[in-house]
């Protein structure tokens, strides 16, 4: 199994940036992508930003330009920076890892941005 644990979240003003770490533990070596993904009040859960053990990343059309995702080459952690924040940004922002055909979150961060 793959256990996930969000971490850097908090309260923003929009312009700013913040950084989410994951930090994975369990069954490294068999995931095969991780991910973040963001739900705000009401709406659904929505893909932010995605990468691949074969090296592909993508990004929700929302963020792109201004989120970067990254991680260490172990796997230990992945990585969200947040530049440019709106307050559509506003969300509880979810860790995602996909291994053997399983799927794993963590419990989730907040992340609010004040206009």
């Known amino acids: 199994q793959v256990q996930l644990v969000e971490s850097g979240g908090g309260l923003v003003q929009a312009g700013g940036s913040l950084r989410l770490s994951c930090a994975a533990s369990g069954s490294r070596s068999s995931i095969n992508a991780m991910g973040w993904y963001r739900q705000a009040p009401g709406k659904q859960r929505e893909l932010v930003a995605r990468?691949?053990?074969?090296?592909?990343?993508n990004y929700g059309d929302a963020v792109l330009g201004r989120f970067t995702i990254f991680r260490d080459n172990a796997w230990n952690t992945v990585y969200l920076q947040m530049n440019s924040l709106k307050p559509e940004d506003t969300g509880v922002y979810y860790c995602?890892?996909?291994?053997?055909?399983?799927?794993?979150w963590g419990q989730g961060t907040q992340v609010t941005v004040s206009s």
């Open positions: 995602n890892a996909e291994w053997y055909g399983f799927t794993s």
């Open positions: 990468t691949t053990r074969g090296g592909s990343t």
